[in-house]
């Protein structure tokens, strides 16, 4: 019976745990959906308020169907103006269109045509879980509510032997719609999550945790979209790596280079965005050009050769930097480099051991 529940847990159940991890995620996407059903849901309920005019059916009615369309048109301006500055009003934005959805399945299976719309408060319960992401228990408590609201009017408006029918549908497709919104919603959260850590191994470099090639990439491109702006570049190479894997092994280069990762991190990161270009290649991309980029280098270089590993202690980095327009950032990365490789030179051209070359 344990395994049982623990199998159930995983199958129906998302962890706060996960909930939090892809949070912003899960708000982000839900925000994109709310935009363009939003839309749909103005033009279908505003062309049904038009329709209960001129048909006796839709007119006893026609108050819901415009309290609905207040209600989608509310949404629509919420998503493109609270929830955009705000990110916490996606949930409940996201709440009220929901409740819209499952009231116009109500209203139509208890109030238009009790006698034949039961099916498309079903085709609602169904629908809901297929919008947006929400975690399961608060998603199926809200499934419930419309199902017990359902069953109330149903009572109300229904003869005794319609309204045993319908129950007769509605519980069992309801349970079903439950079950579907809970399986849903984990696997949506599970796709986001995948997505999430597929995204982390394409942005993070896995050795140092700083930011990888791809990222800083994309970062050149941003810099280059801030036009006359001045940015700043620093290149940075791990000297005597070739060596000390020569030497010692790479289970010691991959240790001096993790070194230097985290040295950078530490003295580069408050002022600039980190990158490891690759093998034993850093760079820093900085857009606030006001900072002290000289004194930090020095600090840097200090914490280099203080550095105290379990094989590897003082060491030092290889440092080149400019400042130019961002419109010019390319020519700022080579002259960078430039920079770097004649400091390079002076290393290796001071250095005593001059087999390090």
Not at 33 to 55: D, H, Q, R
């Amino acid at each position: 019976m344990k395994r049982f529940i623990e199998t159930l847990k995983k199958q129906f159940v998302v962890t706060n745990k996960d909930y939090q991890k892809a949070k912003m995620s899960a708000r982000a996407e839900n925000l994109k959906n709310l935009i363009p059903f939003s839309i749909i849901g103005i033009i279908v309920f505003l062309a049904l308020f038009a329709m209960s005019f001129f048909s006796e059916i839709y007119g006893k009615v026609g108050i819901v169907y415009f309290v609905l369309s207040i209600t989608m048109i509310l949404c629509l301006i919420s998503s493109f103006t609270v929830c955009k500055k705000w990110g916490v009003m996606v949930r409940p934005t996201m709440y009220l269109f929901m409740f819209a959805l499952l009231g116009y399945g109500i209203v139509q299976g208890t109030l238009i045509n009790p006698t034949e719309l039961t099916v498309s408060y079903i085709v609602w319960l169904f629908a809901v879980s297929l919008l947006f992401i929400e975690r399961p228990i608060f998603e199926n408590t809200i499934m419930l509510v419309s199902l017990i609201v359902y069953i109330i009017l149903a009572r109300i408006n229904q003869t005794d032997e319609m309204f045993v029918k319908n129950l007769t549908d509605v519980l069992p497709y309801g349970f079903v719609a439950l079950i579907l919104c809970s399986f849903m919603m984990k696997f949506k959260f599970n796709r986001l999550l995948l997505q999430m850590e597929n995204q982390e191994l394409i942005d993070f470099d896995q050795l140092t945790g700083l930011g990888s090639y791809s990222s800083y990439s994309k970062h050149i491109k941003e810099i280059k979209k801030h036009g006359s702006k001045e940015a700043a570049v620093i290149s940075l190479d791990v000297n005597g790596l070739k060596h000390m894997n020569d030497t010692f092994g790479h289970a010691t280069g991959d240790e001096l280079i993790i070194a230097a990762a985290r040295c950078i991190k530490e003295t580069l990161s408050p002022i600039g965005k980190c990158y490891r270009n690759g093998g034993d290649e850093f760079s820093v991309l900085i857009e606030d050009t006001s900072v002290d980029i000289e004194r930090t280098i020095s600090d840097l270089r200090v914490k280099c050769n203080k550095h105290i590993g379990i094989r590897v202690n003082s060491f030092s980095l290889s440092i080149g930097h400019v400042k130019g327009s961002s419109e010019d950032i390319e020519k700022l990365i080579v002259a960078a480099d430039k920079d770097m490789y004649a400091d390079k030179k002076n290393y290796y051209t001071d250095a005593e051991d001059r087999r390090l070359k």
